[in-house]
């Protein structure tokens, strides 16, 4: 009796969560509640901005804005090389994934804007 009620539960617990999921998943919601995750989404949602210094590592390693972008979207944040309580703008260094692990960012990140200070090619 108390296995088939267990069985119940979890199939109805199954069904539900397929549900949420595939809705949450129309809906384009987004979780970010790890600290990286929170840290790029408060830089991706502010105006971008790119430095002198930043440009011209762009152009000589040929990055484009769409490389930024998904550093900005998947990459890690190094805390301990940044300064995130840094007042009035804090630091970021952020390091990419995959392909891009050999880039990394120097992101300034203010009330209104986001400022690429310099793009670090390893």
Known sequence: MLIKRIGYYLVGL???CIGVYFFWQKKKATFDYGMDARTLKSI???ERLFSDDAKNAM???DIDTLKISTILYNGDVDFGK???RQKPCAEYYITGKKELENVSLLVKRCDST???EKVIVE
């Open 14 to 16: 199954s069904i539900g």
């Open 44 to 46: 991706r949602i502010k």
């Open 59 to 61: 152009y000589k390693f």
């Open 82 to 84: 940044g300064k995130p």
């Open 114 to 116: 986001a400022t690429i």
